[in-house]
């Protein structure tokens, strides 16, 4: 008989998305590269998160970061800009937008960006939102006759150009964190050290563990038909240049081949290849399909 003083836990429910995560502490893969045309510059890459087959699912059962803000995706807060290129590049798209293609439409770069804090001290710039609570002034909502998401990124596609053109740095790099800082080697000799990892929960700092959903976490997010290297191929293109990227792809290449040791979690179950011993030397990988970049 089962004991009467029993101790019942509550945990999330299994509707809840957040149920469905991966843990964020699991081992990776990593290789190391110094950039083909800058002997100064070492690349770190995660293979684990590179090789995965995350994708952007927004309005295609994207739960959102915000509970209830489902339609919103990560565009539930205004984007900080980087640096004033950021700021030039995205004011320059803003003015290719009409009433028509935008929902929010305004004209005048201070009245669609706004003044705020990232540490509560320093001042920065971002993009406005909706209202106090409202998500990024640049959100069309699902049902806007020009289409629903961001208004940057559907210009973008509308002119023939890639997303990341016309986006604030920070929304065409999610979910690839980029950290980059300088190392002093025992012999006195100083080397750029760029890292190329997930950005997971906790890229967005204490807050990012109250987030309602985190798709780089979530098996369904990870439905991509290629790897990310591949799925990102001009974003990692743009954070590390084309020679890096070029050495990176073959690295990838060939660590898939071999098979994962440290697949991602979050990754779909399935058989590994087994690398056969004449094959080690590589061979031609069959061609990628273009990129195509997605609506986020």
């Known amino acids: 008989m089962p004991a009467r003083n029993q101790l019942r836990v509550l945990v999330d429910t299994a509707d809840d998305p957040r149920s469905r995560e991966v843990d964020l ?13 800058d002997p100064k510059h070492l690349i770190r890459a995660d293979l684990t998160w590179l090789l995965s087959r995350w994708t952007c699912i927004f309005g295609k059962g994207c739960h959102g970061i915000i509970e209830g803000g489902s339609q919103d995706g990560c565009c539930s807060h205004g984007a900080f800009f980087t640096d004033s290129d950021d700021e030039a590049r995205v004011r320059a798209a803003a003015k290719k937008l009409t009433p028509e293609t935008w929902q929010h439409h305004v004209r005048g770069f ?3 960006t706004a003044m705020d804090t990232v540490d509560g001290k320093t001042p920065a710039r971002r993009t406005a939102t909706q209202g106090a609570d409202g998500p990024c002034v640049f959100l069309n909502d699902a049902d806007f006759p020009a289409g629903g998401g961001c208004a940057l ?14 986006k604030p740095d920070v929304c065409w790099q999610l979910p690839v964190r980029r950290d980059q800082d300088w190392h002093k080697r025992p ?6 050290i760029t890292t190329l990892t997930e950005f997971d929960r906790r890229g967005w700092g204490s807050g990012g563990h109250d987030l309602h959903w985190w798709c780089t976490s979530s098996p369904e997010a990870h439905v991509g038909r290629e790897p990310m290297w591949q799925s990102y191929e001009p974003e990692l293109t743009a954070l590390v240049g084309k020679a890096a990227y070029a050495k990176l792809a073959e690295l990838c290449a060939a660590r898939a081949r071999r098979g994962m040791v440290a697949p991602h979690p979050a990754d779909p179950k399935r058989r590994l290849p087994i690398a056969r011993a004449g094959n080690l030397s590589g061979g031609r990988e069959p061609a990628a399909p273009p990129n195509t970049p997605k609506k986020r």
Do not use: C
């Open 110 to 112: 201070k009245n669609y």
């Open 153 to 166: 990124h559907a210009q973008a596609l509308r002119d023939g150009v890639h997303p990341l053109e016309y």
């Open 187 to 192: 012999d006195g000799t100083k080397i750029l």
């Open 25 to 37: 502490d699991f081992p990776r893969e990593w290789v190391e590269f110094f950039d083909p045309e």
